[in-house]
């Protein structure tokens, strides 16, 4: 039987990862779902964040954009999930640098589209966002929004009256009109949205935002840390650099010092990492100013992933030595 498949769209910050634990959270207890997450980072954070359910199968692609460097191994991560899992469901989570044409072209094609029910695209959208012209313009989140069937306004707990006024006109602006536009709080995503049906075709405006690159294999480097001796990752493009980092299981993080420098960092578009701090385990996710901290599932390492414009300059050597100081074990 095909698996019911949706892909989840949303600019960097949109929440998507938030929505789709929720999803999780409303998993029947007889089915097996799966998640396929593409971080543009090459160290993965939203896989710490949604593992933990033996019934939900979590693969993950770091270091690009399935829409573009990670073109192929998107197909070959699909056939062999598909395969091998064989999920009643399966949620798709491209980073929020991800154009959702060739996404879906590749969902569409012969030899998946047999094996796949794709159902309506839905994407999440901060309304507190759109009165940033860099991003209201950025072609990626114009064709994330033009390319949905269904819209969702996220966060709009943290959103003031005239910003969701402002969603809700831009949103009606839309031309083929949306199935759905609907507003959630907390990442509260009712289920029922993953069976709704794709509307009729709908065309990028920006179709070459994302020129295709090179398809080769991108595979998770592995992560040998020592303690007090964090492995290192960087990326580049599309605007943006990231840099990750993945620290020995014995590092163990003072919360306050590390809560005050992830907070306080400056030129930071996104920031998430998962952290040992004494006897908890906390996920820290930042979207411009706002640092959100909360307990995580996660306990194998601590990790952390930053992304930035490429003007806005980041000494990667100098924040590591930050963060070294705020351990608390030697």
Not at 10 to 32: M, N
Not at 162 to 178: C, D
Not at 182 to 211: N, S, Y
Not at 298 to 319: F, H, P, Q, T, Y
């Amino acid at each position: 039987m095909p698996t019911a498949t949706s892909l989840i769209t949303g600019f960097l910050g949109a929440g998507k990862t938030t929505a789709i634990a929720h999803l999780l959270s409303q998993r029947p207890a007889d089915e097996q779902w799966a998640v396929l997450v593409n971080e543009f980072g090459q160290v993965s954070i939203d896989g710490a964040v949604l593992g933990g359910d033996e019934d939900v199968a979590v693969r993950e692609l770091p270091g690009g954009c399935l829409c573009c460097t990670l073109g192929a191994p998107l197909r070959v991560t699909l056939t062999r999930l598909l395969r091998d899992i064989k999920p009643h469901r399966l949620l798709i989570e491209p980073t929020g640098l991800g154009h959702p044409a060739r996404v879906l072209d590749t969902l569409r094609a012969p030899g998946l589209a047999e094996s796949l029910t794709l159902g309506a695209t839905v994407c999440l959208v901060d309304p507190r966002r759109l009165g940033d012209p860099r991003v209201r313009s950025h072609p990626v989140f114009v064709d994330q929004a033009q390319m949905a069937d269904v819209l969702v306004a996220s966060k709009c707990d943290l959103a003031d009256p005239q910003a969701l006024e402002a969603f809700r006109a831009w949103a009606a602006g839309h031309y083929p009109p949306k199935q759905l536009v609907t507003e959630i709080t907390h990442g509260r995503l009712d289920v029922a949205l993953l069976d709704r049906q794709p509307g009729p075709p709908r065309f990028a405006l920006f179709p070459d935002a994302h020129a295709a690159a090179d398809e080769s294999s991108a595979e998770a480097l592995p992560f040998l840390a020592l303690p007090g001796r964090p492995v290192r990752r960087d990326n580049q493009g599309l605007g943006r650099q990231s840099c990750g980092w993945v620290f020995h299981p014995q590092d163990c993080f003072d919360r306050v010092r590390l809560t005050e420098l992830l907070g306080t960092l400056p030129s930071v578009e996104r920031l998430k990492g998962v952290f040992h701090c004494g006897r908890d385990w906390l996920l820290m996710d930042r979207a411009g100013d706002e640092l959100r901290v909360e307990p995580v599932g996660w306990r194998s390492d601590s990790r952390l992933e930053v992304i930035i414009r490429e003007d806005n300059g980041i000494a990667w050597d100098g924040l590591q030595r930050r963060l070294l100081a705020c351990l608390s074990t030697p």
